[in-house]
């Protein structure tokens, strides 16, 4: 029978403050029903000034090693996926891996934008298939509140901060990630970025003055991209592993735009009761939006043994990911 990993444990965290589209009402020349009507989100949560990428890694990390039955003792390795990390250096992996006294554990981050968690659960995978490590904690966090412009209204509604995390472990049998799939396309890579920073544009004046430090995203031509993208890497993921639509229990998309989901869920004829949203009240977090809509659909029991779950993702880079589980 083959080795496959499989994700033994899920938990995820979000912010306690709440900023609802009514308070931005109040920040810039926006709407309820404008941010309703364009991209399904109403609130997003928010860190505290004090409160950095691996506090929130931290509580959902605990909550996941809970769930799978681990000690953080007995991680072998830590994988972040996060483009908003507490800072450029040392990963946010390792000052995790501090934070949960997981002393036996390797630690790295890893930045592919949206895509980013579904990039570390084909890593995660791989390293299991090879035998390289048994014990594998995966999370997508971001804190995207302290790299938004909070005058600019194209972005500043969209996004929202959180995390993710699973366990992988080695399973032999049916059940397990059954493929994962990545894909980037570096020519549009001005359509989403955060261009100040690092050794292109290091810190300046100017690079503050100019708001470098803030996401600058072409949303309406992402937006294009991104449906005709996923639709198609939806189709040809279950084509791959030979299951049908109708076969699948669960849709977890990244959580951008409720267009972009209805639109890959109608490619698929899935019924939007086997969808996973949550971006009513998260707005997009990035690397943690999939994490956290997973975890939120098993704790709710709507996942069951042997079910196929398809995952998939889209952002700067650009980049898209996606992956099959039998849970
Ligand atoms: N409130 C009111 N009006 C607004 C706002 C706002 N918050 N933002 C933009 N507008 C205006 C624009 O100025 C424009 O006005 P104009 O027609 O007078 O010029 C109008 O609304 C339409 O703007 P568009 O950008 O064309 O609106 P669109 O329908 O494309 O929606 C959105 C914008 C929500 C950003 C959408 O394009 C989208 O979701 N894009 C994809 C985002 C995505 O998937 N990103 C990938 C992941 S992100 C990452 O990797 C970090």
Same mark, same amino acid.
């Given at each position: 029978?083959?080795?496959?990993?499989?994700?033994?444990?899920?938990?995820?965290?979000?912010?306690?403050?709440?900023?609802?589209?009514?308070?931005?009402?109040?920040?810039?020349?926006?709407?309820?029903?404008?941010?309703?009507?364009?991209?399904?989100?109403?609130?997003?949560?928010?860190?505290?000034?004090?409160?950095?990428?691996?506090?929130?890694?931290?509580?959902?990390?605990?909550?996941?090693?809970?769930?799978?039955?681990?000690?953080?003792?007995?991680?072998?390795?830590?994988? /972040?996926?996060?483009?908003?990390? !507490?800072?450029?250096?040392? *990963? #946010?992996?390792? =000052?995790?891996?501090?934070?949960? $006294? %997981?002393?036996?554990?390797?630690?790295?981050?890893?930045?592919?934008?949206?895509?980013?968690?579904?990039?570390?659960?084909?890593?995660?995978?791989?390293?299991?298939?090879?035998?390289?490590?048994?014990?594998?904690?995966?999370?997508?966090?971001? /804190?995207?509140?302290?790299?938004? !412009?909070?005058?600019?209204? *194209? #972005?500043?509604? =969209?996004?929202?901060?959180?995390? $993710? %995390?699973?366990?992988?472990?080695?399973?032999?049998?049916?059940?397990?990630?059954?493929?994962?799939?990545?894909?980037?396309?570096?020519?549009?890579?001005?359509?989403?970025?955060?261009?100040?920073?690092?050794?292109?544009?290091?810190?300046?004046?100017?690079?503050?003055?100019?708001?470098?430090?803030?996401?600058?995203?072409?949303?309406?031509?992402?937006?294009?991209?991104?449906?005709?993208?996923?639709?198609?890497?939806?189709?040809?993921?279950?084509?791959?592993?030979?299951?049908?639509?109708?076969?699948?229990?669960?849709?977890?998309?990244?959580?951008?735009?409720?267009?972009?989901?209805?639109?890959?869920?109608?490619?698929?004829?899935?019924?939007?009761?086997?969808?996973?949203?949550?971006?009513?009240?998260?707005?997009?977090?990035?690397?943690?939006?999939?994490?956290?809509?997973?975890?939120?659909?098993?704790?709710?029991?709507?996942?069951?043994?042997?079910?196929?779950?398809?995952?998939?993702?889209?952002?700067?880079?650009?980049?898209?990911?996606?992956?099959?589980?039998?849970?």
């Amino acid at each position: 029978m083959s080795l496959r990993s499989r994700i033994t444990g899920t938990g995820s965290y979000a912010p306690e403050t709440v900023l609802t589209n009514s308070d931005l009402e109040k920040k810039v020349d926006t709407s309820d029903e404008w941010i309703t009507e364009r991209t399904g989100i109403k609130e997003r949560r928010i860190a505290k000034s004090s409160e950095t990428t691996s506090d929130l890694c931290l509580e959902a990390s605990k909550n996941a090693l809970q769930a799978a039955g681990l000690k953080a003792w007995e991680l072998d390795l830590i994988i /972040v996926a996060t483009m908003s990390g !507490d800072m450029p250096m040392p *990963s #946010t992996a390792s =000052l995790l891996q501090k934070k949960l $006294g %997981a002393k036996n554990a390797g630690a790295f981050d890893l930045n592919a934008a949206c895509s980013g968690f579904l990039y570390g659960l084909s890593a995660a995978d791989n390293f299991i298939k090879g035998g390289a490590v048994k014990r594998i904690l995966l999370v997508g966090a971001e /804190v995207m509140s302290k790299f938004i !412009d909070w005058k600019d209204r *194209s #972005t500043c509604v =969209l996004f929202g901060d959180g995390a $993710g %995390a699973v366990t992988l472990e080695p399973s032999r049998g049916k059940r397990g990630v059954l493929s994962t799939h990545l894909y980037s396309d570096g020519s549009m890579w001005d359509f989403i970025c955060l261009p100040g920073g690092g050794s292109q544009h290091p810190p300046s004046s100017k690079t503050i003055k100019n708001k470098m430090h803030c996401i600058k995203m072409k949303g309406n031509e992402t937006f294009k991209v991104a449906v005709r993208t996923l639709e198609k890497l939806v189709v040809d993921t279950l084509k791959k592993n030979k299951v049908k639509p109708s076969e699948l229990s669960m849709l977890i998309p990244h959580q951008a735009n409720l267009r972009i989901i209805k639109a890959t869920a109608e490619r698929l004829d899935l019924p939007m009761s086997k969808v996973a949203v949550n971006l009513h009240r998260y707005g997009n977090t990035s690397s943690a939006s999939i994490p956290l809509a997973l975890d939120e659909v098993v704790r709710a029991g709507r996942i069951k043994k042997d079910d196929y779950i398809l995952l998939e993702a889209f952002g700067a880079g650009l980049t898209w990911a996606s992956a099959l589980i039998r849970w």
